[in-house]
């Protein structure tokens, strides 16, 4: 029988000319599987390159000012950051369409669709989007329980009315474990709830008997076990049976005790659930049941970013 998951190596970054040391977790993203940008700095000079991941022979190098740079997972559009100062410019038009001076600085960023940009800075989360002249919006603030955590991600669901905000920190009881600690919010309640967990994603799932999609919220957190949470937030059908709520124990490897989650991707494609760990372990289970149907060691290195890969419904990552 073949592997459920085929794996393989799309492409070397340092192929395109770039140092080893600015592919890391601070200057290089990927928000879908079109681009890759990775702000390379030598002595004085700074440089953004952009990798077509379709093409990479057309990956272009610009000389830029800004302390950050990401790109939007659709069109040609990247946003660029300079102390509490973000632009927002069209590549092929060559044009700013967008700029605004944050009232204090952004600890991290992120596109959550085409049309909409996650701001998080140390006190609150904002959402900026693209459309006419608006300003960034505060969607919440964070939480005491955030104040310590180094945010590694932030997701929202399709309809924008389910956010989470994960960050990381180093435990306090000296076994030097690294804690997750997220902020759960929903919009329509204006409420937000502190949740223990590493990786978390949301999911548009068709459950048996609906006539729409439910959207699911789905949670990895490594305590004494790992543990994967898959739980119905929006109901895509109200006389539709309620989705059967899981909490999933994974078995880690014995030489992988000290492992936990750094990302989580949902295919909706395929129904998957794709997690990844700081040891390079990388496991498959399926949305509905919480069933795990693939386990293996895919990087010896930290992959530090994922994206899901629209066209073959699978993951691509980023290692060093």
């Known amino acids: 029988m073949a592997a459920p998951i085929k794996l393989n190596e799309v492409m070397k970054v340092t192929a395109m000319g770039i140092k080893p040391e600015s592919i890391t977790f601070a200057n290089c993203t990927m928000e879908s599987e079109k681009f890759i940008t990775v702000r390379e700095q030598i002595g004085d000079a ?22 950050a740079a990401i790109m939007n997972p659709v069109a040609k559009i990247l946003a660029l950051k300079s102390g509490n100062n973000l632009q927002i410019f069209n590549i092929e038009l060559k044009s700013k369409m967008k700029a605004h001076q944050m009232p204090e600085a952004v600890v991290y960023w992120k596109w959550i669709n085409e049309r909409c940009m996650a701001l998080v800075t140390a006190t609150a989360v904002y959402h900026w989007t693209m459309e006419g002249t608006t300003e960034p919006v505060k969607m919440f603030d964070r939480l005491p329980a955030m104040s310590a955590c180094q945010i590694i991600n932030y997701r929202a669901d399709a309809g924008e009315k389910w956010m989470v905000l994960i960050g990381i920190s180093q435990a306090q009881d000296g076994s030097n474990r690294v ?15 502190s949740i ?7 999911s548009q799932f ?36 309620a989705f059967m709520k899981r909490a ?3 078995q880690m490897p014995a030489d992988a005790a000290n492992d936990f989650p750094v990302a989580m991707q949902i295919s909706d494609k395929y129904g998957l659930i794709f997690l990844v760990t700081k040891f390079g372990y990388l496991y498959v289970l399926d949305v509905e049941t919480g069933t795990q149907v693939f386990m293996n060691r895919v990087s010896a290195e930290t992959i530090f970013t994922t994206c899901v890969n629209s066209v073959s419904g699978g993951i691509l990552g980023i290692n060093r």
């Open 46 to 67: 700074v440089n953004i390159h952009i990798i077509d991941l379709m093409n990479p022979q057309k990956t272009e190098k610009r000389p830029i000012s800004a302390d």
């Open 179 to 193: 804690v997750g600690n997220m902020q759960l919010y929903s919009k329509e309640k204006g409420q937000s709830q």
């Open 196 to 202: 223990e967990g590493h990786a978390a994603a949301f």
């Open 206 to 241: 068709m459950c048996q008997g609906a006539g729409a999609n439910s959207t699911l919220f789905c949670f990895a957190n490594k305590g004494p076990t790992l543990k994967v949470h898959i739980l119905e937030v929006v109901k895509g059908t109200a006389s539709a049976p």
């Open 248 to 250: 999933v124990d994974i």
